[in-house]
């Protein structure tokens, strides 16, 4: 059989090409194909194919060389994750979905598709608007990647109600990964959402405001400029904030903070100096001039730039009764609820139970887990019970080289090796109790994914595996 492919590139126009022999594609197997100028990805599961756009609708990444597991395909370069069926996002960084290339006909020796693109690459999945016989509100304090999601959900699960989303900072939700990977950004380019997408959906945005306190009795926030707002539900995704130097001379003016540190690699001329701290700042003229070490050693600097670490905006939650650990750190459950009802946390600030780390509560500040977060706070707004559980991914760039994270590793006992740092080439995997818990690699993709995949499926990879190539590793 051969199988022949429809695209739609204006409303009333299609083109359709033949792109393979049915032979070619096995069950549980996938393949870009070329229909007119769109980059296909053709699926077959079940004895049923089904087509979507290839490329990843977070960065672009071609799906082709992801991970196809049941019906859904992990992306090999951020761990984004598609239904191949529908099209429809199942797991972020990626926040928008794919076209779905639906079957249109069918004969005894074609397999017909027809790809409603119209020349657009990805989706907003549907979404609500408010509906003013709805007298409920849910507010969303902070304007990350949490909020954002969560907002999105609730539209998305036909949620009638208020939507406040309130951030201190003076821009729209945007996409703060690109901030230590893209030098020249410009802020406009770095928003996740434009104007319009809040408007069209009646999601408020308030900016430049910052919560000072919340009576979670009366249900209200007291803000900076005297507005006291009342909520019938909130999420708390304030996130957290660079931590600063504890030393003299830390106000100077060319001492920079950097939240996403990115610098590394002695070849290039990077020094490094381990196993100690600084102990002064010295200035002159208001501008740094050298950096002097706890070891004593003084290090000549017309730059201080600092990345240390990180601190909760959990300040305005002191006297509440919102439970937070030892750090500051919201403590929520599997269902990202606090112990004050319908108040909810998610993001860099939470204290929560990671399922693959067999519940253990962990804060842990990446882009991916935020998204999941608001995506889960939302579905238990609306009491659908959904548990947390995700794979943690995380990625940098270095030198514009990009190394990939999966998993918790924190802990770990172990770790094998595969391939060389030498050779810019490798893939770590960090056991615990004999049993894989993280990756990382460079230049292996899409092993990282592969591994993600399989701790998202509660799939056990063993020392054993782990010691040896296998082809469940898909390397080459």
Not at 197 to 215: N, Q, R, T
Not at 240 to 260: F, I
Request: with cysteine.
């Amino acid at each position: 059989m051969v199988l022949c492919l429809v695209a739609g590139l204006e409303p009333e126009e299609e083109v359709t090409d033949v792109v393979c022999d049915e032979a070619k594609l096995k069950d549980g197997e996938m393949m870009e194909v070329e229909v007119g100028d769109h980059n296909v990805l053709l699926v077959r599961c079940d004895g049923v194919y089904s087509a979507i756009s290839n490329q990843c609708t977070h960065y672009g990444a071609p799906l082709s060389k992801g991970v196809l597991s049941g019906h859904r395909v992990r992306c090999p370069w951020h761990g984004s994750c598609f239904n191949v069926k529908t099209g429809d996002l199942e797991e972020y960084p990626g926040i928008d979905c794919l076209p779905c290339h639906k079957e249109n006909s069918e004969s005894k020796m074609l397999t017909i598709f027809s790809v409603q693109i119209q020349g657009q690459p990805k989706r907003i999945k549907w979404m609500g608007a408010r509906d003013q016989a709805v007298l409920h509100t849910v507010m969303l304090l902070g304007g990350g990647a949490a909020s954002l999601m969560c907002a999105e959900t609730l539209r998305q699960e036909n949620y009638g109600g208020r939507i406040i989303m309130v951030s201190r900072d003076d821009l729209l939700p945007y996409d703060k990964t690109r901030l230590s990977k893209i030098m020249n950004a410009e802020s406009e380019s770095l928003l996740m959402r434009k104007i319009e997408f809040f408007h069209k959906y009646d999601i408020e945005v308030w900016l430049k405001k910052e919560a000072l306190s919340i009576d979670t009795n009366k249900k209200t926030v007291t803000f900076d400029d005297g507005l006291i707002q009342c909520y019938d539900q909130i999420l708390i995704a304030t996130g957290c904030r660079a931590k600063s130097l504890d030393c003299p001379g830390v106000d100077l003016e060319n001492v920079l903070m950097l939240e996403t540190p990115e610098d590394m690699l002695e070849e290039r001329g990077v020094r490094f100096y381990m196993n100690d701290a600084v102990a002064e700042v010295q200035g002159q003229n208001r501008r740094v001039k050298a950096v002097k070490l706890k070891s004593g050693i003084t290090i000549e600097a017309d730059l201080l730039i600092a990345g240390i670490g990180v601190n909760p905006n959990s300040e305005f939650l002191k006297g509440s009764p919102i439970r937070m650990d030892s750090k500051n750190y919201v403590i929520v459950d599997k269902y990202m609820r606090t112990n004050i009802t319908d108040v909810y946390c998610a993001g860099d600030l939470t204290s929560f139970p990671l399922k693959m780390a067999k519940g253990q509560n962990v804060s842990i500040g990446h882009w991916q887990t935020a998204q999941a977060h608001g995506r889960i706070a939302a579905l238990n707004m609306l009491r659908r019970e959904v548990e947390l559980n995700i794979v943690p991914f995380y990625w940098t760039v270095l030198l514009g080289r990009t190394i990939r994270y999966a998993g918790y590793g924190e802990g770990y006992t172990e770790m094998v090796l595969k391939g060389r740092f030498e050779n810019m080439k490798f893939l770590a995997l960090y056991l615990k109790d004999d049993e894989v818990v993280a990756a990382a690699g460079l230049n292996v993709e899409p092993a990282v994914s592969v591994v993600a995949e399989r701790l998202a499926e509660g799939r056990v990879i063993t020392k054993a595996e782990a010691d040896v190539y296998t082809t469940w590793l898909q390397l080459e």
